[in-house]
T-cell receptor
C-alpha cells in the first residue's frame, strides 16, 4: 500500500514567519515529489516539484527532499495571509506515468 | 502555459440521470489525464487514469460502468457519471500531463450535487 502522510494541522504561523510543512512517503521507489496548494472550494495548483535530494528554491518557497529518510518538506518564507490554504504533498512512485498519490493535506493559517 | 479547463464548474442533477464532465488541455497535448474525486475535508482520491486512444485504467473500488471515461483526443477527456445517486455528490477534478513530463496540472473542478 503506497502511502503519503501529512499532519492535517492546522499549522498556525504569524505573518512574516517561516512555515514548515512536512510529508513522509512509504515507497522507496518514489521518484518525483510535488507540492500543491488548494484554497477552500478550489482545485489544487502546483507550487513546485523536486526530483533530487537536497533543496530546490522558487521565490519564497523551498522544497527539501531526503530520499534516505523518505521525507519531503516545503518551507514558505515571509508567510502572508494569502498563503493560508491546504498544502497537499503528492508522490509519483510508478515510474514517470504521472500517477500521483496525495497526502491528506496540511491546513496552514497565517495570522496577520 | 499548462492550462487545463474543466466544464461545467458545478452541476445539479436528479437522481438516476447521467452527467458528463469535460476536461480540456488548452495549450498542450495531454497524453495522460487523471480523474480525481474529493469529498469535503478529505484529500484527492484517484479514480482513473486515461491515455489518449486507449481504455481508462480504474483504481480499485471505482465502478468503471458507473464512471465512464473517454479520452478521444490529446486535448479532451470526459467523465460521465451514469445513474447518479446522492452519494455521488462530490468535487470531481481532472488533471493532465504532457508526455515525458511528471508534473500534472489541474482543471478547476466540477462540483456535482445529486438531488
Amino acid at each position: 500500500q503506497k502511502e503519503v502522510e501529512q499532519n492535517s494541522g492546522p499549522l498556525s504561523v504569524p505573518e512574516g514567519a517561516i512555515a514548515s510543512l512536512n510529508c513522509t512517503y512509504s515507497d522507496r521507489g518514489s521518484q518525483s515529489f510535488f507540492w500543491y496548494r488548494q484554497y477552500s472550494g478550489k482545485s489544487p495548483e502546483l507550487i513546485m516539484f523536486i526530483y533530487s535530494n537536497g533543496d530546490k528554491e522558487d521565490g519564497r518557497f523551498t522544497a527539501q527532499l531526503n530520499k534516505a529518510s523518505q521525507y519531503v518538506s516545503l518551507l514558505i518564507r515571509d508567510s502572508q495571509p494569502s498563503d493560508s490554504a491546504t498544502y497537499l504533498c503528492a508522490v509519483n512512485w510508478f515510474g514517470n506515468t504521472g500517477k500521483l498519490i496525495f497526502g491528506q493535506g496540511t491546513t496552514l493559517q497565517v495570522k496577520p | 502555459g499548462a492550462v487545463v479547463s474543466q466544464h461545467p464548474s458545478w452541476v445539479i442533477c436528479k437522481s438516476g440521470t447521467s452527467v458528463k464532465i469535460e476536461c480540456r488541455s488548452l495549450d498542450f497535448q495531454a497524453t495522460t489525464m487523471f480523474w480525481y474525486r474529493q469529498f469535503p475535508k478529505q484529500s484527492l482520491m484517484l479514480m482513473a487514469t486515461s491515455n489518449e486512444g486507449s481504455k481508462a485504467t480504474y483504481e480499485q473500488g471505482v465502478e468503471k460502468d458507473k464512471f465512464l471515461i473517454n479520452h478521444a483526443s490529446l486535448t479532451l477527456s470526459t467523465l460521465t457519471v451514469t445513474s447518479a445517486h446522492p452519494e455521488d455528490s462530490s468535487f470531481y477534478i481532472c488533471s493532465a500531463r504532457r508526455q515525458s513530463r511528471a508534473e500534472a496540472f489541474f482543471g478547476q473542478g466540477t462540483r456535482l450535487t445529486v438531488v
